[in-house]
Each structure stands twice: as C-alpha cells, then as structure tokens.
C-alpha cells in the first residue's frame, strides 16, 4: 500500500443547530482512518465540513430570530472547530454556502448529468421530511410517521427538476454486488441491495425558490428552482478538490486515488450508496471504492439528536474530561453493529480502566523500576526473552489485525489489538516481577541482574512501540508516553503520568456510587 493515494471523507452535517457527540464519533473514526493510512507510507488527504444550503437551516434561524447568514455561520464555526479539542488531523473543510469551489462544482455537475440526458422537468407530488431533506412514500414511513425523525412527512406539490434514477438500478445493483463499490458492514450492503430491489424512483432534485426561502443554489437557466440540498452536498467531495475550478485535485485525490472512502451514519445510508453513485456515473465519473457505515449513539436508549433535543457538546466534554478520553470511549465503547448508549459513568470507567490503570500505570511502572534500578539508563539485554513470549506475539500481531479491523470499520477490534499489548505487559511484569530481580541483584545474584536487564529492556521497547501504535487512536497520549520512553537508545525521560485518573462530577459521582 506504500505510496497509494487515500481520500477519506465524513459526511457534511446541516448546521440547523450545534455539533453533539455523535458527530464527533464520526469525525473521530475518519481522522483514526487518515491517521493509520498515512502510518502505513499512504498519501492521505482528509476532507469534512458543513451543508449550509439546506431549508432545516433556514427554518432554524427563523425559529432563532436570525437572520439565515448569521445562523449559518455561526453554528458551521462551532462544527469546525472541532478539530482543536478532537485532534483531528483534517486536511481541508468545505462549507457549502461560502467556499468558492463549491458552486461552480455543483453547476457543473448539474450540466453534466443533463448532458447525459438524465434531468427532466414535471409536477410531483409527495410527502416531504424536513429533517431529513426527503421525500418519502407511506410504505417507507413507520405508521406515517418518519422512522428517523419521528415526525410525519408534509405533503408537498410543485414542479421540480427530476434525476432519472430508475436508470440506474441494474448496473448500481452489479457495483454493488461485485464489491467494486464496497458498504460495510455486510447488513448495511444488503439493507442498500433492498431498497434497490424494491424499485428506484426517479429523485427529486430541485425545489422551488419560494419553498427554498430563496436559500441554496439556483438550477442553472432555471432561477425560479434551487437546487435539492442532497445533489448540492454530495458535490461538495468532488468541488473541495477542484471539479468545476480546477482538474488536477479531481485527478490526483478522486480519479487516481487508490481508496475514496465515506465515513457516514446509517440515516444517510440510501443518499451515499444510492444517489451518489448513479449522479457520478451520469456525469461520468468514477464511483467511492468504499463507504464505511456506523451506528448511532444514544442517551438512556434515545438516538442523540440536534431535533429530539438529546444532545452532547463534544468540546465541553473534552473541556470536562480531556480528548483522548473522548476518543478513547468513542472507539473502545462503540461497536461495529448496533447503537451505542453514552454517559459520562462509562466514559470515566473506562479511561479509567484502560487508560490511567492500564496504559498510564503500565508507563508509569516501568519507568519508575527503570529509574530506580538502573539510574534511568536501559541496559542492552544480554539475551532475548523467548520467542513465545506473549508480550511480544501481541506486539507481533497487532498491525495486522489492525489494518484488518480499520479495513471494514471496526474500530472496536482495532483498539482491542493496540490495548492487547499493554495488557500483556502488564501481566508480564506481574509474572516476571522485576523488583524481586533488583532485590536479588542487590543481594549478589549476577544472573538476576542479567534477567533484570532482558525485562526492563522489552519493557521500555514495549512502551516505545504502545506509543507508536496507539498513534492513530489516542494521538495526544501516544507524544506523551513516546517523550516519557526517549528514544531507542538513549535514556527514558520520565514524567508526570501519561493519563491521570478521571472522576466525576459529585452528583454524578453519588448517584453511580448509590444506585437508582
């Protein structure tokens, strides 16, 4: 994989109101993804933003009592500036509204697909969901209420520009099928192949300037029509890097990149999977080679959400417990499959138990008997520990059950591969006790010595590699562990811990340690 180029991309929230936790899950796993590949000799370019131009936003800011601009800008600040308190590693942002390569990408794109013969113009009629942009049938709706919002639908009736979709059912099918457009996890791929089995509509792809507030970008040659927020934002992978302005980024990061991978959330599954393959290929461009698909979060059993009004401030969670214990919860605690239920007791329970008891004691520990016995200074092992060591078979295999479990998404499995290793360092100090081989060593025992040497030796190697794997999960923690060890070579530089134990605020605190 040396060399290849990666594009990595999360979804464009709407900025109707402030970023929750279940936005930074997303962003968090996409920047894990950026990180591992470039670790790996890949060019890596790493994309997020915003989705300004949508009719949500503008009733928000009417609900404020703001003027749509200001809303807007204020909130896509707020979404932005995630980056700070998450440590994304983000290589460029795009925000719909005002980011000058984003327009001119869209009206292009537009031009493209009539070109192709597939927009067409006529009355439609059907029940539209504010939330989430679309439009449904009563088949779709779960008791004519929509499943991911639980409103129902407004009936909506106007002339719209229309995508012919219908087209495109056999050949995404076979794309599909074929793994050349690959959706992980295998229930969600076969969720996709089930919508597309059951018939494709053609897709609605403007609304009216009035329904619109005049808010969005006008169909080309057609101003009375702005163009459907959907079409709009998809653009925004394909005009961030140049696709209307200039050809190069579109050439270097989208045609010849090696992986265009979607990061998304299972409610904008069918926009992903669907819609935006077959507007590429009418355009004629080339399809995502990967859309990886996560669950959601939820509070008490309630998905976490902007409109439910169950929400989390990712920064002031990060304020209140540091980042990489945010990070660490959100990909230790999340699985593959299935929603995820958030409190601030299972997060501080397991930094707690991984990070501060674990990772940071085991750094800890072995500096402190580096330090005491050896006055700092790691002396080479005379002899190597045994092959079947452990320690080291679980440092041997994490990089590859690594890139196995970051390959469909499983960020679960991959931090359970890095965690491994301290754990078994951890035991492995328990089972060699190097205290006793220093008392011993004290005592006149050479051979102790020479064992003493052989432990602290794989130890501090252990740490120094802890480090280096923990890179794309825990960044931060990862700089202060590798500062604490030194180099190869030369002495540790302990320090104050690496992780300190967490706690809770004291009502919360009294109510874990009481019970309901």
Not at 150 to 166: C, I, Q
Not at 205 to 217: K, L, M
Not at 423 to 441: C, D, T
Request: net charge neutral; proline share 6%.
């Amino acid at each position: 994989m040396t060399g290849k180029h990666v594009y990595l991309s999360t979804t464009i929230p709407f900025v109707n109101a402030r970023p929750h936790l279940g936005h930074a899950l997303e962003f968090v796993q996409a920047d894990v993804l950026a990180r591992h590949y470039r670790r790996r000799g890949n060019l890596v370019r790493f994309q997020t933003g915003t989705d300004d131009n949508s009719l949500k936003n503008v009733l928000a800011a009417d609900a404020a009592g703001v003027g749509v601009r200001d809303f807007v800008d204020a909130n896509a600040s707020a979404f932005l500036a995630l980056a700070g308190p998450l440590s994304l590693s983000v290589d460029d942002t795009i925000r719909t509204s005002s980011d000058p390569r984003h327009r001119p990408g869209v009206e292009r794109l537009w031009r493209a697909c009539a070109e192709a013969g597939d927009l067409y113009r006529r009355h439609y009629e059907g029940l539209y969901c504010v939330g989430c942009e679309a439009f449904y049938t009563e088949s779709e709706l779960d008791g004519g209420l929509c499943s991911e919002h639980g409103l129902r639908p407004r009936l909506v009736a106007e002339e719209n520009w229309f995508f012919r979709l219908s087209g495109y059912a056999g050949w995404l099918k076979d794309e599909i099928t074929s793994g050349r457009l690959r959706i992980e996890p295998a229930g969600r791929r076969n969720e996709v192949l089930a919508f597309i089995e059951a018939g494709l509509a053609d897709l609605s792809v403007s609304r009216s300037n009035d329904r619109a507030h005049g808010w969005g970008i006008p169909v080309p040659g057609d101003p009375g029509q702005v163009i459907y927020v959907w079409f709009d934002a998809l653009g925004n992978y394909i005009t961030t890097l140049g696709y209307g302005t200039s050809e190069a980024g579109v050439t270097r990061w989208w045609t010849n990149a090696e992986r265009r991978i979607h990061v998304l959330g299972k409610g904008v599954l069918r926009f992903h999977a669907v819609y935006w393959p077959a507007i590429l290929a009418s355009a004629g461009l080339d399809l995502p080679t990967d859309i990886l698909v996560h669950d959601y979060l939820t509070i008490d059993g309630k998905k976490i959400s902007k409109s439910a009004g169950t929400t989390v401030d990712p920064a002031a969670l990060v304020s209140e417990f540091g980042t990489d214990a945010v990070r660490w919860w959100l990909l230790r605690d999340v699985p593959r499959i299935g929603d995820a239920d958030f409190s601030r007791e299972r997060l501080v329970a397991r930094a707690n138990d991984e990070l501060a008891h674990g990772i940071g004691n085991l750094v800890s520990r072995v500096l402190a008997l580096v330090g005491r016995s050896r006055d700092g200074a790691v002396a080479a092992a005379d002899r190597k520990p045994p092959e079947s060591n452990p320690l080291l078979d679980a440092r041997c295999r994490a990089p590859a059950l690594t890139d196995a479990a970051l390959a469909v998404g499983d960020f679960r499995q991959a931090t359970g591969a890095v965690w491994a290793i301290a754990a078994e360092a951890n035991r492995y100090i328990s089972q060699s006790k190097p205290w006793r081989l220093a008392e011993a060593e004290r005592n006149g025992d050479r051979q102790a010595g020479r064992d003493l040497d052989t432990a602290l030796a794989l130890l501090v190697d252990t740490c120094r590699d802890l480090a280096d794997q923990l890179e794309p999960f825990l960044p931060d923690t990862a700089a202060r562990i590798a500062a604490a060890c030194g180099r190869p070579g030369g002495p540790p530089q302990p320090a104050k811990p690496v992780f300190a134990r967490l706690s809770l605020p004291q009502p919360l605190a009294r109510a874990a340690s009481t019970g309901p």
